[in-house]
């Protein structure tokens, strides 16, 4: 509650900048309430710490994504930004998860101390959870390690450091830089510092929110788009590469399997989708399809959800790539959602080994990932990952189902929330939203994107009656 609410302090400083007296008060008074909330509960427990277990971690960094959601929605309905609570909670979840999904029709009418809390909760979730689970709970007693990989993104956290503790601190640093770095060239793009700030929350932290209806179309700027879809696809990569190759060499990139087909996945298919365009005669100017296919599949397979064309008007072949990089996701330890790209290739080299073994049923072929034998107990946890992710898509769209929509939005919209990638198709699609939903499905699709920002495990070990029992 402290941290949630100290971090609403830059939002407090925008209102009073620009003379949002209402919106100011109500973030002044959200934050002393909080503050003085989160002091009173940290000083009645911090004389009764005990030693936590492993799967303590677990409900703690659960909570604390609920709570720290709910805190988010306070200022939307204090200050009548966003009436419903449940409307609220959606935005929140969306902002904190870094979804970038949204309900508002009318953004450009919301005040500017509210749309900056709205995508600063990009940053924050970005890997800001991180600095309560590493720097804040051992204190309590808890392993920062066990926390971490509780809410890490991605298969595992790796320890560029032999502290957990320096590794967050080398992972913030190069958050930070990678911040500064983006809003200095977008201000250099033309770009004031509040959008450019807005816009650079939402890269590097792979949300999505932009303060403008018509997301980065609104610049209408070659130079601006070139640079988001660098820092989309530099905060895509794996962070822990970027400690590896100062320490040793740019060579760290190059013998990484799942840095090279990221990066091959993004060319590949922003080159199909240029081909594409270019065929379909949707484009006069090669220089502008170029642009649009590179900066969309960028941000579709970052699941950060800007949007510089309605991809929904390109043709079919074009649309099935993007719903295709809709599945995979960025790379593992990285601020993106979705699969990861590191599942997709321990897939692939299962399926291959598959087959293999039907051709060569006496010879034992292992999956190797960077040249090291990967234990038979995670792939077999990957496996179980992606049947327990395709399990939920068919089970959201399920229940959205009953809205009687188009098929198309029953599943992309789970897709994109669980993936936490933003725009989706047909009514969720890249030049709509998710307001004309029900407040059911709503609750559902916000319980998605924190859960895909957990990578749902985390939460479904709540559920288990085991866990709950006091022999364990």
């Known amino acids: ?252 990139f190059i013998e990484d399997t799942e840095f090279k087909f990221y990066i091959f996945t993004v060319i590949a298919s922003a080159f199909s989708i240029f081909i594409i365009l270019m065929h379909s005669g949707l484009y006069s100017s090669a220089g502008d399809a170029a642009i649009d296919s590179s900066f969309q599949v960028a941000s579709i397979l970052t699941t950060t959800g800007y949007a510089t064309a309605d991809y929904e008007q390109w043709p079919a072949i074009a649309q099935m790539i993007i719903l295709l990089l809709m599945f995979m996701g960025g790379s593992s330890s990285s601020t993106a959602g979705g699969v990861k790209i590191v599942r997709i290739v321990i897939l692939l080299k299962l399926i291959r080994r598959g087959i293999s073994t039907r051709l060569h049923p006496n010879v034992i072929e292992t999956i190797k990932l960077n040249g090291k034998q990967m234990p038979v107990d995670t792939v077999s946890a990957i496996a179980n990952h992606l049947f327990l992710y395709i399990a939920m898509i068919f089970f959201g769209a399920f229940i959205i189902s009953f809205e009687n929509t188009d098929l198309m939005t029953c599943f992309t919209s789970v897709i994109t929330c669980l993936g936490n990638i933003g725009p989706g198709f047909g009514t969720v699609g890249p030049s709509e939203n998710f307001s004309a939903l029900s407040d059911l499905s709503k609750w559902l699709l916000s319980l998605y994107m924190i859960a895909g920002r957990l990578e749902f495990y985390t939460m479904f070990v709540l559920l288990m009656p085991k866990f709950w029992s006091s022999n364990r």
């Open 1 to 252: 509650m402290m941290v949630i609410s100290i971090a609403m302090l830059p939002s407090f400083c925008v209102s009073v900048i620009y003379h949002e007296a209402s919106v100011a008060r109500a973030f002044l008074s959200i934050i002393l309430i909080s503050c003085f909330i989160g002091y009173l509960l940290y000083k009645i427990c911090q004389y009764n710490a005990q030693q936590l277990r492993v799967r303590d971690g677990f409900l703690i960094v659960t909570l604390c994504w609920l709570l720290s959601t709910i805190m988010g929605a306070v200022p939307f309905v204090v200050t009548g930004s966003i009436p419903s609570f449940t409307d609220a909670f959606f935005e929140s979840a969306s902002g904190f998860s870094t979804t970038g999904g949204s309900i508002l029709t009318d953004i450009e009418a919301l005040p500017r101390g509210i749309l900056f809390w709205r995508s600063f909760t990009h940053w924050i979730g970005g890997m800001g959870i991180l600095i309560f689970a590493i720097a804040l709970m051992p204190s309590l007693g808890i392993s920062g390690q066990n926390l971490a990989v509780s809410e890490a993104p991605g298969p595992s956290l790796d320890k560029v450091t032999p502290k957990i503790t320096d590794t967050a601190r080398i992972l913030y640093i190069t958050y930070f830089l990678f911040t500064i770095m983006e809003t200095l060239l977008l201000m250099l793009g033309g770009m004031n510092l509040y959008d450019a700030l807005i816009h650079t929350f939402g890269t590097v932290g792979t949300g999505g929110f932009s303060s403008y209806g018509d997301s980065i179309a609104h610049f209408n700027s070659a130079y601006i788009s070139i640079v988001i879809t660098i820092f989309m696809i530099l905060c895509g990569t794996n962070f822990n590469l970027y400690f590896f190759s100062l320490k040793h060499s740019v060579k760290t």
